[in-house]
C-alpha cells in the first residue's frame, strides 16, 4: 500500500485528501500538523463579531477521520528524502512514498520598533490562538489595525459589532483593497467603514510602536500618534519553506517552493500546494504572490490528480486575482486585472459600465442595483477584468467572471451567454450584467 504523507492542515491539505480519497485507491494517510484545531480561514475575521464564539469557526476534521487518516499533532521537523521519512519534534518517524508539503505561510511582521511590546497580534490560522485574541479585543477601548486589505478590512467592520471601542485603520497605499479595486470602488468601501466609525488613514505606513510594557500607541510615518492598547497587523503572508530549504527544494524568486504543472516540487515524489507553492500569473505567465483559500484547493485537487503514474495537468494552471469580501452589508468583488494592472502589463483597455437591478422588476421587496465595471483589451475585447458592487449574488458573478477568464472569453462571448433568470434571483434577460457588458464593449471599440 502507497504511504502519503501530508505536513500541514490547512485548505491546500484537505482539498488534497478530499479529492485523492475519491480518485486514488489502496493509499495510508498520514497528516502531521502543528495545532490541534484549525479554523476556517476566510471565516476568522467573522470570529470577532458575527459568530457569538469563535469556535463555531472550526474547521472540521470529520471526513479526514472517516477516511481513517492518521492525524499527528506535532511538528514535522526533518526530512529525508533518500530514506523518504519525516521525523517530528517528538521524534516519531513516519516513511512516505510521496509526501506533500501544505506548509502554508506566515504572517509579514515587519521589524518595527517596540513590536516586542504586549497587545501587538498577528493573525495565526490556530483556533486556539483566535479565541485567546477575541478576548484581548473585548478588553481593548483603542484598536489599530496595521493593513487595509481584506483581512483588515473585514477585522475592522466585524469589531465594530463589540461596540465602544474606537477603531483606526492604517493603510501604506493610496487606498484600501487598492490591489482588487478601482479607485472610485476602494473609497466607497473607505466610506462604508467610516459610516461605522471607523478612522481610515491611507497613504502613510507604521513607523513605530510606543509604550512601556504593553503597547499605547501608534507612531505613523508622518508623524501622527494613535493610541492603542490593542495593535493587529495584518499586511500579508509569505511562504513557509524551512523544510523546503533544508532539504534544497527548489524556490522561485518570491522565495516559494518551485512546482511544475503537476504541484511536483524539484524532488519529484514531493509535492507541494497551497501558499507555501508557487505560483503562475494567468494573464503573464510570471510568477505570482497571490495566495488564496481557493486557490490552495485547487493546488490540492491537482496533487490528487497526478500521485499516479499518468500524469493529468489541470487544464488551466495560472491563477487571477478573485475576489469577494462583505462590508456593512454590501458585497464587492473583483475578478482578473484592475484597469492599472492591465496597463502595466501593456494592455490597451476598454472600459464599460453597467448596472442592473438584482431582482426584476425592480420593484420587486428587496432589490439592490447592481453596479460594475468591466476591462476588455482593445486588439481583440477579451475580458481582462471586472468587479462588482451589489448584493451577496455577486460573490457567484465573479465566479463566473473568472471561468469567463480563464477560457479567454470575449466580448461577443459574453453577448451571446446563455443564462436563466428568475424574477427573485437575477436582473431581467434583456438587463443581464455581463450581456449589457459585451454589447457596450462591442459597440464601443
Do not use: W
Not at 487606498?175 to 497613504?203: M, Q, R, W
Not at 509604550?211 to 500579508?236: C, H, M, P, T, Y
Request: include cysteine; charged fraction near 25%.
Amino acid at each position: 500500500m502507497k504511504k502519503v504523507v501530508v505536513i500541514g492542515g490547512g485548505v491546500g491539505a484537505k482539498g488534497f485528501l478530499n479529492a485523492s480519497f475519491a480518485m486514488n485507491d489502496d493509499i495510508e494517510y498520514t497528516l502531521i500538523r502543528s495545532n490541534e484545531r484549525g479554523p476556517v480561514p476566510c471565516g476568522i475575521p467573522y470570529a470577532f463579531g458575527t459568530l457569538d464564539d469563535p469556535n463555531e469557526n472550526l474547521s472540521t476534521d470529520k471526513n479526514l477521520l472517516d477516511n481513517n487518516v492518521k492525524m499527528v499533532i506535532d511538528d514535522a521537523v526533518e526530512i529525508d528524502p533518500e530514506t523518504k521519512h519525516v521525523k517530528t519534534k517528538s521524534g516519531k518517524v513516519f516513511d512516505y512514498d510521496n509526501l506533500i508539503l501544505a506548509t502554508g505561510s506566515h504572517p509579514v511582521f515587519p521589524p518595527f520598533p517596540g513590536r516586542e511590546l504586549r497587545g501587538i497580534h498577528v493573525i495565526e490560522k490556530d483556533l486556539d490562538k483566535v479565541v485567546e485574541l477575541k478576548k484581548e479585543i473585548e478588553k481593548a477601548k483603542s484598536v489599530v489595525i496595521v493593513g487595509g486589505g481584506f483581512i483588515g478590512i473585514e477585522l475592522a467592520d466585524e469589531i465594530t459589532k463589540m461596540g465602544n471601542k474606537s477603531i483606526t485603520l492604517v493603510e501604506l497605499a493610496d487606498h484600501c483593497l487598492s490591489v482588487a479595486f478601482e479607485p472610485h470602488i476602494s473609497i466607497e468601501i473607505e466610506d462604508v467603514l467610516k459610516s461605522h466609525n471607523i478612522n481610515i488613514i491611507t497613504g502613510v505606513g507604521v513607523e513605530s510602536f510606543e509604550g512601556k510594557e504593553s503597547v499605547e500607541r501608534v507612531k505613523l510615518g508622518d508623524g501622527q500618534l494613535i493610541d492603542a492598547d490593542l495593535v493587529i497587523v495584518a499586511i500579508g503572508a509569505y511562504p513557509n519553506v524551512d523544510l523546503a530549504k533544508m532539504i534544497d527544494l527548489d524556490l522561485d524568486d518570491r522565495k516559494a517552493i518551485k512546482v511544475n504543472e503537476f504541484q511536483q516540487t524539484s524532488d519529484e515524489d514531493i509535492f507541494a500546494i497551497g501558499d507555501c507553492a508557487s505560483k503562475i500569473d494567468i494573464f503573464t505567465n510570471k510568477t505570482s504572490n497571490i495566495r488564496l483559500a481557493s486557490v490552495a484547493a485547487k493546488e490540492g485537487r491537482n496533487a490528487a490528480l497526478n500521485l499516479g503514474d499518468q500524469k493529468k495537468p489541470l487544464s488551466v494552471i495560472g491563477i487571477m486575482n478573485l475576489f469577494s469580501t462583505s462590508v456593512g452589508g454590501k458585497y464587492f468583488a473583483a475578478a482578473g486585472m484592475t484597469k492599472a494592472q492591465c496597463l502595466n502589463e501593456g494592455f490597451e483597455v476598454v472600459e464599460v459600465e453597467v448596472s442592473a437591478p438584482n431582482h426584476h422588476p425592480g420593484t420587486l421587496p428587496g432589490t439592490i442595483v447592481t453596479r460594475s465595471v468591466f476591462f476588455f483589451d482593445s486588439a481583440d475585447l477579451k475580458l481582462l477584468g471586472a468587479q462588482l458592487i451589489g448584493d451577496k449574488e455577486v460573490a457567484e458573478v465573479v465566479n463566473t467572471l473568472g471561468i469567463a477568464i480563464q477560457n479567454n472569453v470575449g466580448a461577443m462571448d459574453l453577448y451571446s451567454y446563455n443564462y436563466g433568470t428568475h424574477p427573485l434571483g437575477t436582473a431581467s434577460p434583456n438587463h443581464y450584467i455581463l450581456h449589457q457588458a459585451g454589447l457596450k464593449a462591442i459597440t464601443a471599440k
